[in-house]
């Protein structure tokens, strides 16, 4: 329960931190941290307008998509404290739950029969079919770590056996970071800024949706970042007591939306067919981990 | 009979001292001359109405020696011919417009369709909604549409890809939504004020290019010599004008491969010069600062000084963030090997400025027919060789620098301006005259014909992008679409320079 208030609260300011960042770092003094909530409210408040093209898949589709997510947040715990759902093997639950969102979306986009939100819809299943193998890679080798196949029974029991956790813990956090960034289509892999549809992936689906709907569909982004600085500070806090967790979560998500920013900041996305190339390499870094973790359990041969 | 006539930039001619051949030799005649000839090129082919006939004058530009050849042809209204673009590549846009235009129709054109709908074309049920375009016939293949209304907040054009995937084959570009009809507006404005003012307005971003172009043209019509102060001027402000550009060009080129820091800075480097023309004449495009035979903001020691402060503030950053963005992995591997169009390919679509030196093309009005103060600078024009959207960013900020160069030794040199006494612009009876100037994005032609009064009865505008857009849709064939936008930017054609 714990976990899914945080989580709440840290999608409020979220998106607002990447944004100063990014501010600040083009010399600009920026909106303030609230300007996207501010915004989402806005919307919120707005009607929708659907084209009469579409079908009902693609009025239901924000809302399934919101719906997936919020669920998923339900499975992640902190610490030591569990999500409000907990069970063996929650994480496979956990990967499709957001898949399901994301197939949603993907039908929506192409229900609207554009040729751009074609080619979004397309790039966005190929970029989430790639991320797959690092996550599951990923948390299998957790769970063959500390034996539990639950996301509160993984994290809890995490650091017991060694300190070479922590470090596995910061290479899993790269790669969840990167996950982060894939998955809620930011920088390198695509650019939530840009105004040119035919470079966009998660833009361009979303095209034609408008006020109550974009809204829904744009604090699903918030609340997903939320959600992976959640899994990431995981990896962090071991079974410790509420005083500690809390600043610990905080602090990582504060620094989570920094590093967005920066990252955002002093690159240049890649080259579209270049990002399928990238994304394995985070199923090569999962692969280090999972070695990593055959060494610790000296089943390495 | 003399075959051919030649002439320098701004200069007139007499009409009847224009050879008008018949339309083999004509055709024979123009084609021999670019034949095999990297320096030569055709710089404008248009027709002239006459009574029942069309007056066809062509204009071919030699960049060694200097010259231009003028040589002409009458033939009749809706006849049938053959086409120099089954020779020459670079006529075919040129006699899509003569046949939208006057209806001649081209027995062996290589892809014959309309232009740019002018208000005046003769076939008024051609519109731009049935427009032919390149058509598919496969189960593979999907086509993305892209505009007439544009994305961001540009100006209006259709860009139709057929792609493979996320490959591109094949992308057809058509504009033609604008109808503006300048060329028929300079006819009918007749105080030379209007005239200005609409080449002003020829395009925004070439404000000073297309002006100085028509005043060149104006007071060679008239026989007026521009004194040193006026060249001063127009010299300046095509160079300042080149800075502002290119730095905004950077830019735009760092946002659509979403690198920030390269977007905000040269964003905020191009503004001060470009306030720079604001301090000058009021104006941030520099518009009213060029007129025929006069300027009504001489320059002074104390605009230098203002110039040499903005120039101490800009080049430590231009050339900090140009460093950076050319050594930076990430925005590399966007730039090289995108977008690239082959020195063959250049000539023969016959582009011009910045997209034929990225080529190695060497074309440079500067250089091959200097006006202005251009003859009193030593020009080397800036030559790249890989065609692709690197070699059009480090154009860029070389040009950058050497435009700095230029303007800094000149602004040494400040010239006295006298004041101008407004002359009397009486233009020559049958004269044509013609005026080549390089704007930034390359060669601006304008040329003009007058009657026995000295009325124009026709003014010819050609701007650097008529033959440069071809050369975007034959840069991204084989590329991503999603590299498409960064290969637009680098050319940044003019919408409105194409739909005159």
Request: contains cysteine; proline residues 4%.
């Given at each position: 329960?714990?976990?899914?208030?945080?989580?709440?609260?840290?999608?409020?300011?979220?998106?607002?931190?990447?944004?100063?960042?990014?501010?600040?770092?083009?010399?600009?003094?920026?909106?303030?941290?609230?300007?996207?909530?501010?915004?989402?409210?806005?919307?919120?408040?707005?009607?929708?307008?659907?084209?009469?093209?579409?079908?009902?898949?693609?009025?239901?589709?924000?809302?399934?998509?919101?719906?997936?997510?919020?669920?998923?947040?339900?499975?992640?715990?902190?610490?030591?404290?569990?999500?409000?759902i907990s069970f063996q093997g929650d994480f496979i639950l956990f990967a499709y739950l957001l898949a399901f969102g994301k197939f949603f979306m993907i039908i929506s986009a192409l229900d609207?029969?554009?040729?751009?939100?074609?080619?979004?819809?397309?790039?966005?299943?190929?970029?989430?079919?790639?991320?797959?193998?690092?996550?599951?890679?990923?948390?299998?080798?957790?769970?063959?770590?500390?034996?539990?196949?639950?996301?509160?029974?993984?994290?809890?029991?995490?650091?017991?056996?060694?300190?070479?956790?922590?470090?596995?813990?910061?290479?899993?956090?790269?790669?969840?970071?990167?996950?982060?960034?894939?998955?809620?289509?930011?920088?390198?892999?695509?650019?939530?800024?840009?105004?040119?549809?035919?470079?966009?992936?998660?833009?361009?689906?979303?095209?034609?949706?408008?006020?109550?709907?974009?809204?829904?569909?744009?604090?699903?982004?918030?609340?997903?970042?939320?959600?992976?600085?959640?899994?990431?500070?995981?990896?962090?806090?071991?079974?410790?007591?509420?005083?500690?967790?809390?600043?610990?979560?905080?602090?990582?998500?504060?620094?989570?939306?920094?590093?967005?920013?920066?990252?955002?900041?002093?690159?240049?996305?890649?080259?579209?067919?270049?990002?399928?190339?990238?994304?394995?390499?985070?199923?090569?870094?999962?692969?280090?981990?999972?070695?990593?973790?055959?060494?610790?359990?000296?089943?390495?041969? | 009979?003399?075959?051919?006539?030649?002439?320098?930039?701004?200069?007139?001619?007499?009409?009847?001292?224009?050879?008008?051949?018949?339309?083999?030799?004509?055709?024979?005649?123009?084609?021999?001359?670019?034949?095999?000839?990297?320096?030569?090129?055709?710089?404008?082919?248009?027709?002239?109405?006459?009574?029942?006939?069309?007056?066809?004058?062509?204009?071919?530009?030699?960049?060694?020696?200097?010259?231009?050849?003028?040589?002409?042809?009458?033939?009749?209204?809706?006849?049938?011919?053959?086409?120099?673009?089954?020779?020459?590549?670079?006529?075919?846009?040129?006699?899509?417009?003569?046949?939208?235009?006057?209806?001649?129709?081209?027995?062996?054109?290589?892809?014959?369709?309309?232009?740019?709908?002018?208000?005046?074309?003769?076939?008024?049920?051609?519109?731009?909604?049935?427009?032919?375009?390149?058509?598919?016939?496969?189960?593979?293949?999907?086509?993305?549409?892209?505009?007439?209304?544009?994305?961001?907040?540009?100006?209006?054009?259709?860009?139709?890809?057929?792609?493979?995937?996320?490959?591109?084959?094949?992308?057809?570009?058509?504009?033609?939504?604008?109808?503006?009809?300048?060329?028929?507006?300079?006819?009918?404005?007749?105080?030379?004020?209007?005239?200005?003012?609409?080449?002003?307005?020829?395009?925004?971003?070439?404000?000073?290019?297309?002006?100085?172009?028509?005043?060149?043209?104006?007071?060679?019509?008239?026989?007026?010599?521009?004194?040193?102060?006026?060249?001063?001027?127009?010299?300046?402000?095509?160079?300042?004008?080149?800075?502002?550009?290119?730095?905004?060009?950077?830019?735009?080129?760092?946002?659509?491969?979403?690198?920030?820091?390269?977007?905000?800075?040269?964003?905020?480097?191009?503004?001060?010069?470009?306030?720079?023309?604001?301090?000058?004449?009021?104006?941030?495009?520099?518009?009213?600062?060029?007129?025929?035979?006069?300027?009504?903001?001489?320059?002074?020691?104390?605009?230098?000084?203002?110039?040499?402060?903005?120039?101490?503030?800009?080049?430590?950053?231009?050339?900090?963030?140009?460093?950076?963005?050319?050594?930076?992995?990430?925005?590399?591997?966007?730039?090289?090997?995108?977008?690239?169009?082959?020195?063959?390919?250049?000539?023969?679509?016959?582009?011009?400025?910045?997209?034929?030196?990225?080529?190695?093309?060497?074309?440079?009005?500067?250089?091959?027919?200097?006006?202005?103060?251009?003859?009193?600078?030593n020009h080397q024009p800036i030559i790249k060789r890989h065609g692709d959207v690197y070699s059009r960013a480090q154009i860029r900020r070389d040009e950058v620098k050497q435009s700095m160069?230029?303007?800094?030794?000149?602004?040494?040199?400040?010239?006295?301006?006298?004041?101008?006494?407004?002359?009397?612009?009486?233009?020559?009876?049958?004269?044509?005259?013609?005026?080549?100037?390089?704007?930034?994005?390359?060669?601006?032609?304008?040329?003009?014909?007058?009657?026995?009064?000295?009325?124009?009865?026709?003014?010819?505008?050609?701007?650097?992008?008529?033959?440069?857009?071809?050369?975007?849709?034959?840069?991204?064939?084989?590329?991503?679409?999603?590299?498409?936008?960064?290969?637009?930017?680098?050319?940044?054609?003019?919408?409105?320079?194409?739909?005159?």
């Amino acid at each position: 329960m714990v976990s899914l208030i945080l989580i709440l609260v840290a999608s409020l300011f979220f998106t607002g931190i990447v944004i100063r960042t990014k501010s600040l770092a083009s010399g600009r003094k920026g909106p303030g941290i609230f300007q996207p909530m501010k915004d989402i409210f806005r919307l919120l408040k707005k009607g929708s307008v659907y084209s009469s093209t579409t079908s009902i898949i693609f009025q239901i589709a924000p809302s399934f998509y919101i719906a997936s997510v919020l669920m998923a947040i339900l499975i992640v715990p902190l610490g030591d404290y569990p999500g409000v759902i907990s069970f063996q093997g929650d994480f496979i639950l956990f990967a499709y739950l957001l898949a399901f969102g994301k197939f949603f979306m993907i039908i929506s986009a192409l229900d609207t029969g554009s040729s751009f939100e074609g080619m979004g819809a397309s790039r966005e299943s190929l970029f989430s079919m790639l991320v797959e193998p690092a996550f599951f890679i990923l948390m299998g080798s957790f769970a063959l770590l500390t034996g539990h196949t639950s996301f509160h029974d993984i994290f809890a029991t995490l650091h017991y056996g060694s300190n070479i956790s922590y470090l596995l813990g910061l290479l899993a956090t790269f790669v969840f970071i990167m996950i982060a960034m894939i998955e809620n289509s930011r920088m390198p892999v695509d650019d939530p800024k840009t105004h040119l549809e035919l470079t966009m992936i998660h833009e361009v689906m979303v095209l034609d949706n408008s006020g109550f709907d974009l809204g829904l569909i744009l604090h699903t982004t918030n609340l997903k970042f939320a959600m992976y600085g959640a899994i990431i500070s995981n990896f962090f806090i071991g079974d410790l007591s509420l005083i500690y967790t809390i600043p610990i979560f905080f602090a990582v998500q504060i620094g989570f939306a920094i590093v967005a920013g920066l990252l955002e900041s002093f690159m240049a996305r890649f080259r579209m067919s270049h990002n399928p190339q990238f994304i394995f390499i985070l199923t090569s870094v999962s692969l280090l981990i999972f070695f990593g973790v055959l060494l610790l359990l000296e089943r390495f041969v | 009979m003399d075959y051919i006539v030649s002439i320098n930039n701004n200069q007139s001619l007499p009409i009847k001292d224009i050879p008008e051949q018949a339309y083999h030799t004509f055709l024979e005649n123009n084609i021999g001359m670019l034949k095999d000839n990297d320096n030569r090129h055709c710089v404008n082919y248009f027709g002239l109405q006459q009574e029942s006939s069309v007056k066809l004058f062509c204009c071919i530009a030699d960049d060694s020696i200097h010259q231009i050849y003028i040589s002409s042809c009458v033939v009749n209204k809706g006849t049938t011919l053959n086409s120099f673009a089954k020779h020459n590549l670079n006529f075919e846009k040129f006699e899509r417009e003569i046949h939208e235009n006057f209806n001649i129709k081209y027995t062996d054109h290589p892809w014959f369709k309309p232009v740019r709908y002018s208000e005046n074309r003769v076939n008024k049920a051609e519109t731009i909604a049935n427009y032919p375009f390149y058509s598919f016939d496969s189960e593979e293949l999907h086509e993305v549409g892209v505009g007439p209304v544009h994305a961001g907040i540009i100006e209006p054009g259709h860009f139709r890809f057929i792609c493979n995937g996320e490959q591109i084959m094949h992308l057809e570009i058509q504009l033609g939504y604008q109808h503006r009809g300048i060329e028929q507006l300079f006819l009918k404005k007749k105080s030379l004020l209007e005239r200005t003012i609409l080449a002003e307005s020829i395009a925004g971003d070439t404000t000073v290019g297309h002006t100085t172009a028509f005043v060149n043209l104006w007071e060679n019509l008239c026989g007026y010599q521009p004194d040193l102060g006026l060249q001063f001027t127009r010299t300046l402000a095509l160079e300042l004008e080149r800075m502002a550009m290119h730095t905004a060009d950077l830019s735009a080129m760092c946002t659509d491969i979403a690198y920030q820091l390269g977007s905000s800075v040269y964003g905020r480097l191009r503004t001060p010069i470009i306030n720079y023309f604001q301090e000058w004449c009021g104006n941030r495009l520099a518009k009213s600062l060029i007129k025929p035979g006069t300027t009504n903001f001489p320059y002074t020691n104390d605009l230098a000084n203002r110039l040499n402060q903005v120039f101490a503030a800009y080049e430590p950053d231009f050339i900090e963030m140009s460093t950076k963005l050319f050594k930076l992995p990430s925005a590399l591997s966007r730039f090289e090997r995108t977008g690239v169009v082959t020195l063959d390919e250049v000539k023969s679509i016959g582009t011009v400025g910045m997209a034929a030196r990225m080529s190695g093309l060497n074309r440079d009005i500067r250089l091959s027919h200097p006006h202005d103060l251009y003859t009193t600078i030593n020009h080397q024009p800036i030559i790249k060789r890989h065609g692709d959207v690197y070699s059009r960013a480090q154009i860029r900020r070389d040009e950058v620098k050497q435009s700095m160069g230029y303007i800094r030794s000149m602004i040494g040199n400040i010239p006295d301006f006298k004041k101008h006494d407004n002359p009397e612009f009486k233009p020559m009876p049958d004269t044509f005259s013609i005026s080549l100037v390089e704007g930034w994005r390359g060669e601006i032609c304008h040329c003009a014909i007058t009657d026995s009064k000295g009325e124009l009865i026709l003014y010819k505008i050609k701007d650097s992008s008529f033959h440069n857009w071809l050369a975007l849709a034959q840069s991204v064939r084989n590329n991503e679409i999603s590299d498409f936008p960064i290969c637009n930017k680098s050319f940044n054609l003019s919408y409105c320079g194409h739909d005159l």
